[in-house]
């Protein structure tokens, strides 16, 4: 318990640390909301009563601990674009970005371990040569090129899908579901080359160790040593990199929101970016760095409990 207890800490600390960097860095960075909302016949007597109204006349280090209240409440303030809380337009996109990011997950685990586990146990045949190098193809590609080679293919040529025809799932889950493959596939298409690569190597290592050997002598079969003994082992570095990527998905997925037209967290980023709108921006940007240390407290948890000798 004092190993989680000083992980929780960790990431209070860290998460602090983060939400003023944040705050501060887009607090000072040229641009006026104000004057991004009213325009540039804006005068100067409603621009100031517009930043007065928007809290910016206050010293910044009252406006970090106003926002730094609200946050650790749920309130993290009000659009400056579309007058409504943030937290209302964070909840509401939020569901479609998790799905995508969930959906990468899956994908990435259904293609990257069986193949990383297949080529370890063909190493060294023609098999084990050819997933290496399309591996080694898919891994230089980014999400965002998949995504348009993605739509290009299945989309423009196969007409498998209708690129931009995104629709939600209340009005149709088996077109939601449908549409939303491709994004996720692109997504998850680096990240499987690299738990490939990372499961192949650790499978590798293993069957070097003293273990394996003593596995041999005492007449246990290859399916017994490899299935029963190395991959058990092999699996612990694997699982703490499901949690990075896990992390690293949320990130991911926005960006290729942007490619497939998905109204998710994506598209209002991008958007409060251009706008100034940054109690938008800075409530995303904190959201990503929540799941980002939350999926690695959790990670750190699990390896405790596969390993207890971490954190002695």
Not at 144 to 168: A, E, N, Q, R
Request: charged content about 10%; hydrophobic content about 50%.
């Amino acid at each position: 318990m004092k190993y989680v207890w000083k992980k929780i800490l960790s990431c209070i600390i860290t998460l602090f640390i983060v939400s003023l960097l944040v705050f501060v860095a887009f607090a000072i960075i040229p641009g006026d909301p104000a004057l991004s909302k009213l325009g540039t016949n804006a005068t100067e007597a409603s621009l100031a009563a517009m930043r007065q109204q928007m809290g910016l006349d206050k010293p910044i280090w009252e406006r970090y601990l106003n926002w730094l209240w609200g946050a650790i409440r749920g309130d993290f303030g009000t659009s400056y674009s579309y007058s409504m809380s943030v937290a209302s337009m964070i909840l509401d996109k939020l569901p479609i970005t998790l799905t995508l990011m969930i959906f990468s997950m899956c994908i990435m685990i259904l293609i990257g371990v069986p193949l990383g586990v297949y080529a370890s146990y063909k190493e060294g045949t023609a098999i084990d040569r050819v997933i290496q190098i399309i591996n080694q193809i898919n891994m230089a590609v980014p999400p965002f090129f998949s995504g348009i080679l993605i739509t290009l293919l299945f989309g423009v040529t196969l007409k498998f899908f209708t690129p931009g025809g995104f629709v939600s799932i209340s009005k149709n889950p088996v077109g939601f579901f449908t549409y939303m493959f491709y994004p996720a596939l692109a997504v998850a298409l680096p990240k499987s080359a690299m738990i490939l690569n990372l499961l192949y190597s650790s499978l590798n290592g293993e069957k070097k160790k003293d273990y394996v050997r003593t596995a041999y002598s005492r007449g246990n079969t290859s399916n017994a040593v490899f299935f029963g003994h190395m991959l058990k082992n092999a699996s612990i570095p694997t699982i703490t990199f499901l949690g990075m990527a896990l992390a690293d998905m949320i990130a991911g997925s926005i960006i290729i929101e942007q490619v497939f037209g998905i109204p998710g967290l994506g598209r209002i980023l991008l958007t409060s970016i251009q706008n100034r709108d940054y109690p938008v921006v800075v409530a995303i940007i904190m959201l990503i760095a929540v799941i980002v240390i939350g999926v690695n407290f959790l990670v750190d948890v699990l390896y405790k409990l596969v390993d207890p000798r971490v954190g002695n």
